[in-house]
């Protein structure tokens, strides 16, 4: 069964970067579909961005439009998330999923547990 576990997260100031990453095991990463989702205090989780098994990605772009980069690396069984000039509103829970076929706001065949980004202003 594939376990994902996300860290990264912390507390920073409004303008600082953050890198998120994300470990599979269970599993092989190059198999997977990799996503990054938020949830913030008292809202549904939201989609930010994907990356499929061969490297091409998406983002939800009004909000992390050339702030945020997906990336994998299939060797380390890892994706990541880069997170650049980070606002206040970018506060909230970051979940890594996995999906076998999905690549957008429905993917989840599996979930890690969040970790917490808190941006200061």
């Known amino acids: 069964q594939v376990q994902l576990v996300e860290s990264g997260g912390g507390l920073v100031q409004a303008g600082g970067s953050l890198r998120l990453s994300c470990v599979l095991s269970?599993?092989?990463?190059?198999?997977?579909?990799m996503g990054w989702f938020r949830q913030a205090p008292g809202k549904e989780r939201e989609f930010r961005a994907a990356?499929?098994?061969?490297?091409?990605?998406?983002y939800d772009a009004d909000s992390v439009k050339g702030r945020f980069t997906i990336s994998r690396d299939n060797a380390k069984n890892t994706a990541y998330l880069q997170m650049n000039s980070l606002k206040p509103e970018d506060t909230g829970v970051y979940y890594c999923?996995?999906?076998?076929?999905?690549?957008?706001?429905?993917?989840?065949?599996?979930w890690g547990q969040g970790t917490q980004v808190t941006v200061s202003a």
């Open positions: 269970g599993g092989t990463l190059s198999t997977y579909n």
């Open positions: 990356i499929n098994w061969f490297g091409g990605t998406t």
């Open positions: 999923a996995a999906d076998r076929r999905r690549i957008d706001l429905r993917m989840g065949d599996a």
